[in-house]
């Protein structure tokens, strides 16, 4: 699955963006997709999941409240709303793709994004 996140840039602490990765030529509905992020010198984190329908949903602690995902399987779509943002949220962002057939808290994830930078100004 060959997957294109997109929608990074510079924003003050406070903005929002709205980050997108597209999974063209896939049945997309078939896999379950994860947001993922990674600062300077800090490992990669998890950031949000979704369910392949979009009917389920889960996120890290330091973005719940502040951040939302979501899926159009008819633009094979997956999208990061997030709002609010602090200067710790910069990072690159990855999108990433799992079969459907894992369960949606299954930490592996079998298909990565090359990712999208966030930076966010104090």
């Known amino acids: 699955v060959q997957l294109q996140a997109s929608g990074g840039g510079l924003v003050q602490a406070g903005g929002s963006l709205r980050l997108s990765c597209a999974a063209p030529?896939?049945?997309?509905?078939?896999?379950?997709m994860g947001w993922f992020r990674q600062a300077p010198g800090k490992e990669r984190e998890f950031v949000a999941a979704?369910?392949?329908?979009?009917?389920?949903?889960y996120y890290a602690d330091s973005v719940k409240g502040r951040f939302t995902i979501s899926r159009d399987n008819a633009k094979n779509t997956v999208y990061l709303q997030m709002n609010s943002l602090k200067p710790e949220d910069t990072a690159v962002y990855y999108c990433?793709?799992?079969?459907?057939?894992?369960?949606?808290?299954?930490?592996?994830?079998?298909?990565w994004g090359q990712g999208t930078q966030v930076t966010v100004s104090s």
């Open positions: 030529g896939r049945t997309f509905s078939n896999y379950h």
């Open positions: 990433a793709a799992k079969g459907k057939s894992y369960s949606l808290l299954h930490p592996a994830y079998d298909y």
């Open positions: 979704i369910n392949w329908s979009g009917g389920s949903t």
